[in-house]
C-alpha cells in the first residue's frame, strides 16, 4: 500500500479548539482513522493511504468550520464527525448546531447534536405525536423537555404535562416514607431535574403552584381530556398495552404529544408485552404520527457510554437465535409431535 501525505494549514484562532487540550483530538483522529498526524504550528501533516488522509482531512474541515462557528469542540463532536464522514454523510456537524431549541437558566445553549436529534427536533414541531425511541444518553428525554419549555414560554400551549410509569428498576424499593407526593417523586426525579435546568427551580416551583406543569405517574392520566398541552411520556418501554392505549386516547385539541423510550431496558415482568413495542407496530404509517429511531451513533454522553451500547447491542444480536436455527427447531418439534399422534392411532 502506498503512502499519501496530506497538509492542512489551521487558522491560528481556531488551533486550541480543534488540535483540544494536549491535542487529545488529534490523537482520537489518528486511533480512529489508522493515520499518522505530525502536528508543527499550525499545519498539521497526514500520511496514510489517499482514501484515508481524504477522510481525514474532511473530519478537520468539519471541525474547523464548527470552531469557526464559535462552538467550543468536545469529544462528541470529534466522534460523531469521524463517524460522519467514515460513512460518507453530506450533513456537516456545523450545519446541526444552527438550529437553537432554547437557553438554558445558566444561558447554555440547546442544539441537537447528531442527524438523528436533528430529525428528531423536525418531527416534534411537525407532528402531532412522536415517538422517540433509542438507547440510552440519544437525548430523547431532554430534548422533548427543551421543546416543551419552549412551546410553554411562547404560548403555544397551555400546560407541560410529564408522565411516566412508577414502576421500580429491577429492584423493590418498599415503602417509601411520607405524602402520595414524596412517594411518587422517586420515579419522577430526572423529570424534575431536566426542568430545574431548563427554566430554574423557582420559575418551576411557581408553575408548578399554579398547575401550569404538572408532573405525574402514568396512573394518573385516567379518564382525563388533555387539551391545549404539551405532553411527554418519559420511559415508555415500561407501559402495558393496556396503559399506552389510555395515555394515547387522553389527548385533545391543540396538544402535542413526545412519547420516548428504550426498548433494551424494560423493567416488566418477563414475558409482558411492552405498550411501546405494540404501539410502533400499531401506528406506523398514521398520519400526524412520527417515529424517530435514534443509534448509537447518536449517543451523546461520555464517548465509553457509546462502545456501551455498541457492546450490549453487539451482544444481544448474537443471544438471538438464527432464522435457520428457529426454522430447524420448528420441523424437530412438529415431527415429534406428529410422531406421538401416530403411536396413539397404531395403539
Known amino acids: ?16 479548539n480543534v488540535f483540544g487540550e494536549f491535542d487529545c483530538h488529534i490523537k482520537m483522529i489518528e486511533r480512529a482513522m ?13 500520511l496514510g493511504s489517499e482514501e484515508q488522509c481524504g477522510q481525514t482531512a474532511r473530519i478537520f474541515s468539519q471541525l474547523m468550520n464548527l470552531a469557526v462557528s464559535g462552538e467550543t469542540i468536545t469529544q462528541q463532536n470529534v466522534s460523531y464527525t469521524i463517524a460522519m464522514c467514515m460513512e460518507d454523510k453530506e450533513e456537516t456537524v456545523a450545519s446541526l448546531y444552527k438550529d437553537l431549541i432554547c437557553h438554558t437558566v445558566s444561558g447554555k445553549p440547546v ?28 437525548g430523547k428525554t431532554y430534548l422533548a423537555m427543551a421543546m416543551a419549555v419552549t412551546a410553554f414560554k411562547n404560548d403555544e400551549v397551555a400546560r407541560i404535562i410529564l408522565t411516566r410509569p412508577a414502576i421500580e428498576a429491577g429492584e423493590k424499593l418498599g415503602f417509601l416514607p411520607g405524602d402520595l407526593q414524596s412517594k411518587i417523586d422517586p420515579y419522577l426525579r430526572p423529570l424534575y431535574d431536566a426542568l430545574y435546568e431548563l427554566m430554574g427551580a423557582e420559575s418551576f ?3 408548578m403552584e399554579k398547575g401550569l406543569i404538572e408532573v405525574a405517574p402514568l396512573a394518573y392520566m385516567r379518564g382525563r381530556t388533555l387539551d391545549n398541552c404539551f405532553i411527554v411520556l418519559d420511559e415508555a418501554q415500561n407501559t402495558t398495552p393496556a396503559q399506552m392505549k389510555m395515555f394515547l ?9 413526545i412519547i420516548t423510550g428504550d426498548q433494551s431496558q424494560k423493567d416488566l415482568l418477563p414475558n409482558q408485552t411492552s405498550g411501546l413495542d405494540q404501539a410502533l407496530k400499531i401506528l406506523a ?12 451513533l447518536d449517543v451523546v454522553r ?3 457510554v457509546q462502545k456501551i451500547v455498541r457492546a450490549y ?5 448474537k443471544r438471538q437465535p438464527r432464522p435457520e436455527d428457529r426454522e430447524r427447531n420448528g420441523h424437530a418439534g412438529g415431527s415429534g409431535k406428529r410422531g406421538r399422534s401416530g403411536d396413539r392411532r397404531s395403539r
Not at 34 to 46: D, E, F, H
Not at 285 to 296: A, V
Not at 313 to 317: A, F, L, P
Open 34 to 46: 489508522n493515520v499518522t498526524i505530525i502536528s508543527r504550528g499550525g499545519s498539521l501533516k497526514i
Open 313 to 317: 447491542e453487539s451482544y444481544e444480536k
Open 302 to 304: 461520555h464517548p465509553l
Open 1 to 16: 500500500m502506498s503512502i499519501s501525505e496530506q497538509i492542512i494549514d489551521v487558522p491560528a484562532e481556531c488551533i486550541r
Open 205 to 207: 416551583q411557581k408553575n
Open 249 to 257: 386516547t387522553r389527548i385533545g385539541y391543540g396538544s402535542k404529544v
Open 111 to 138: 442544539k441537537p447534536k447528531t442527524a438523528g436529534q436533528k430529525d428528531y427536533i423536525n418531527k416534534i414541531r411537525d407532528k402531532m405525536i412522536v415517538f422517540g425511541v433509542g438507547p440510552a444518553g440519544t
Open 285 to 296: 404509517g398514521i398520519d400526524d404520527i412520527g417515529i424517530c429511531m435514534l443509534t448509537s
